[in-house]
């Protein structure tokens, strides 16, 4: 049952997390020297007040001047670092919409189990062979957790689940556990079952499913949500405290992976509340290199957290804060269990034909949450998929609402197969949907067969709510799949499957869109607007530097667009100093 140190550390870290930011200043003396000035034809200033600028000024971690080259050059003195950007392109820095800063933590020394573009892994059995090197080649005693994470089923070449036969000829001695791709369902061997106690006599739990072997009640290993939940959770809870050095170790790794892509500011969007009093102690004496935003996750089956110690602000300290709080509504469509109002086109393995999936929490229990927090004056995030869900989910707000205007940017997390009427609700209600628009290549044509075409071009309507003037933003939902924004960027202009499909020409957005909803509407999204997401004079200096003009280039070419350097505060995080 004991896992090795480090591995030990990283699954406590998956429940954990933290967020920061800090105010801007009022704008310095203007005559200071600046600390750096950038020169350049292609600033991506994603302000219409400062639009078309060849020129910003940075002293300390404020933007001074955005303008005309001739005026902000009267900025450079002879200490000013000069930047002349020459085909390279400067943009704000990067905000993450929704993540997870701790799963990436935990899976950074784990078994990628990932298929390409993300991992090596194209068969059942390249899995089975890599878990017996890791257990060879790590000397692993008999009796350890081996755990993994990424597998897809959809690309897999056996078109399934590996299931407990598979992971047992990895090992029998050892307790595996494989997260799929979708973070909503695992794939466990026997050793992992019998560790648990789950068997023939264990019912499903309310908000998960334990896949069963053809005609018996016998665990064939898949687990679904809340019963993937039972196997992780005692894993979790049974290794006490991590290790600091190991744990800073990770930490430090995990930022510097974000900074590498360009983004300034992630997400926790499930967090522990325990380790987030724990980050909030270690910023006390060791500030974040980047913004870390900690949203404790709220679930049905655990005791409500009062308001007070839930430690809500709008206040930045060391690059932490805890910005609100999530709920989990329903599953996933690549994991096939996010909750609709009409049938899946093809469910799961011995699906019914009026399968919907399901809700993973008591609605009513979601309901009295939502209220509480918003009364409370709590951002929300609320994970919902499926039209189902997404239902649930304004129904929530809007209840809590009771008709009195609230600037509570609650978000739809994901909102896949959010409909028409549903994104006229949130335009109304004043909710922000965050969509996972990094869906159409990695998953289209999977949903494709999961929903039909009708639903599966409108996965992440972005040119719906673009129309609306309804405010959004976009997300890679880390480590779901890699922090790669400029990847991100590509897909929501292009919307292409693997199989070089458009998925839903009419949700196509411009650059300029999707670039908006990753810098000036995320940092809206985190109610952070007046001091981030956009290169305008007195808001905090992040920016990146773009090793070419991303406007100049094909669509298909957008991702590879490298990251020259990323600045946080005033201060370059990557290349790492």
Known sequence: MKLRALEHLLLWVIVAAGFSLTGCEPAAEPLLPADTVFVGEHIYTVDDSTAGANAVAVRGDEIVAVGEADEVGALIGESTRVVELGDRALVPGFIDAHGHLGMVMMMLDL?????????????IEDIVTALQARIRDGAIPPGTVVMGYGYDDSLLSEGRHPDRDDLDRASSEHPIMLLHVSGHLATVNSAALAMVEMDETTKDPYGGVIRRRPGTQVPNGVLEEVAAHAVLTPVFESQGEPDPAAFMDSLRRTLEYHASYGVTTIQDGASNPALVTGLRELVQHLPLSLDVAAFPVVRGDEESASVEEL?????????????????????????????LTRPYDEGPPGAAEDYVAYPMVKPEFYRAQVARMIDAGIPVLAHANGDAAIDLMIEGVEAALAGEPKDHRSVTI?????????LDDMKRLGIVPSFFAAHPFFWGDWHRKSFGDDRAMRISPLRSALNRELPF?????????????????????????????????????????????????AAYQYFEDDRKGSITPGKRADLVILERDPGAVPVDEISEIGIVETIARGKT???VP
Request: no cysteine; charged share 20%.
């Open 573 to 575: 995080v990557y290349p």
């Open 473 to 521: 933003t976009i997300h890679n939902d880390a480590p779901i799949v890699p922090p790669d924004i400029m990847r991100l960027l590509e897909i929501a202009v292009g919307r292409k499957t693997r199989d070089g499909v458009v998925l839903g020409a009419d949700q196509k957005i411009s650059f300029e869109d999707a670039l908006h909803a990753v810098t000036l509407g």
């Open 311 to 339: 430690g809500y602000t709008r206040e930045y300290q060391g690059g932490f804060r805890v910005a609100g709080v999530k709920f989990v509504l329903d599953g996933s469509p690549q994991g096939r269990t996010a909750w």
């Open 414 to 422: 994901h909102a896949q197969l959010a409909r028409e009427d549903q």
């Open 111 to 123: 078994l990628n189990a990932s298929s390409p573009p993300v991992g090596p892994m194209e068969s």
